[in-house]
T-cell receptor, first 115, second 114 residues
């Protein structure tokens, strides 16, 4: 399984952009990068995912390097409610050539947004 | 987004009893559901993959006879913790995969075994 490496924790000032890095140097060509976040004692919440192009949605932007060995999740204007553990995950196929997959979580980054 | 519901959200039981946790996809059909366990201040650990109408696939180190998983319909999977002990106390989370490949998580179920 492709492993990911994230900083244990980060701080960000409210209203500023939060940039969360992730290294996935062993990623394969057909493996997607997913980002989820988990607020204390709740289930994980989907944020965004991508393969090789940069992606943007209403929650965040995902920047993937050209060699796909690392990515950065950007929350453009962090709020106090964005304080959570952010997980960068490489989607691993369950069956070769199939569309079924599983998500294996690493330790994630605890993002604390400060007033 | 799609909704995945777990029930109960909290359960307390005596040591030696069995506890069933339900995971339902409320507005979509899920051919695959996943069960995770999370201990305090740790990440989610995948326990098993559950496919509708077939036996679950368990991750290495997870006892299939202790954690019984049933996925009888496209909207319901259940996890039964049999003969629960205090060390089984944990936060259990399910997720359900849509036909288009998106994965949504439930709110989690906190089990406390006395």
């Amino acid at each position: 399984d492709a492993k990911t490496t994230q900083p244990t924790s980060m701080d960000c000032a409210e209203g500023r952009a939060a940039n969360l890095p992730c290294n996935h140097s062993t990623i394969s060509g057909n493996e997607y990068v997913y980002w989820y976040r988990q607020i204390h004692s709740q289930g994980p919440q989907y944020i965004i995912h991508g393969l090789k192009n940069n992606e943007t949605n209403e929650m965040a932007s995902l920047i993937i390097t050209e060699d796909r060995k690392s990515s950065t999740l950007i929350l453009p204007h962090a709020t106090l409610r964005d304080t959570a553990v952010y997980y960068c995950i490489v989607r691993v196929p369950i069956l070769s050539g199939g569309s079924n997959y599983k998500l294996t979580f690493g330790k994630g980054t605890l993002l604390t947004v400060n007033p | 987004g799609a909704v995945v519901s777990q029930h109960p959200s909290r359960v307390i039981c005596k040591s030696g009893t069995s506890v069933k946790i339900e995971c339902r996809s409320l507005d979509f059909q899920a051919t695959t559901m996943f069960w995770y366990r999370q201990f305090p201040k740790q990440s989610l650990m995948l326990m098993a993959t559950s496919n509708e109408g077939s036996k679950a696939t368990y991750e290495q180190g997870v006892e299939k006879d202790k954690f019984l998983i049933n996925h009888a319909s496209l909207t319901l999977s259940t996890l039964t913790v049999t003969s629960a002990h205090p060390e089984d106390s944990s936060f259990y989370i399910c997720s359900a995969r849509t036909y288009t490949g998106e994965l949504f998580f439930g709110e989690g179920s906190r089990l406390t075994v006395l």
